[in-house]
């Protein structure tokens, strides 16, 4: 089966840096769009940032500037390099992505687990 495993998330003070990574595992055949979601306590998921397979990339207004995410299709991984870290950025950040299975004839989406971000001094 297919997994996405995040990795990277922890505590930091506010301006601080976090690098998150998401591989993906298993029967892939192809991955297409790969993205990065968050969720605080009591809010709704929101989208953070969304990358296609040719490397085109939008953010949410709160974090351009600030967040980059990248990926290595090679390697089936994903990643969110946080810059300039605010209180406001706490949040569980789950992993994204569109995977169309070896078998498949059309990709579905998979989450991962989500890593927990906190900001704080």
């Known amino acids: 089966q297919v997994q996405l495993v995040e990795s990277g998330g922890g505590l930091v003070q506010p301006g601080g840096s976090l690098r998150l990574s998401c591989a993906a595992s298993?029967?892939?055949?192809?991955?297409?769009?790969m993205a990065w979601y968050r969720q605080a306590p009591g809010k709704q998921r929101e989208l953070v940032a969304h990358i296609t397979r040719r490397g085109t990339t939008n953010y949410a207004d709160s974090v351009k500037g600030r967040f980059t995410i990248s990926r290595d299709n090679a390697e089936n991984t994903v990643y969110l390099q946080m810059s300039s870290l605010k209180p406001e950025d706490t949040a569980v950040y789950y992993c994204?992505?569109?995977?169309?299975?070896?078998?498949?004839?059309?990709?579905?989406?998979?989450w991962g687990q989500g890593t927990q971000v906190t900001v704080a001094s």
């Open positions: 298993g029967p892939i055949s192809s991955i297409y769009n």
């Open positions: 994204n992505a569109d995977v169309q299975r070896r078998w498949d004839m059309r990709a579905s989406a998979y």
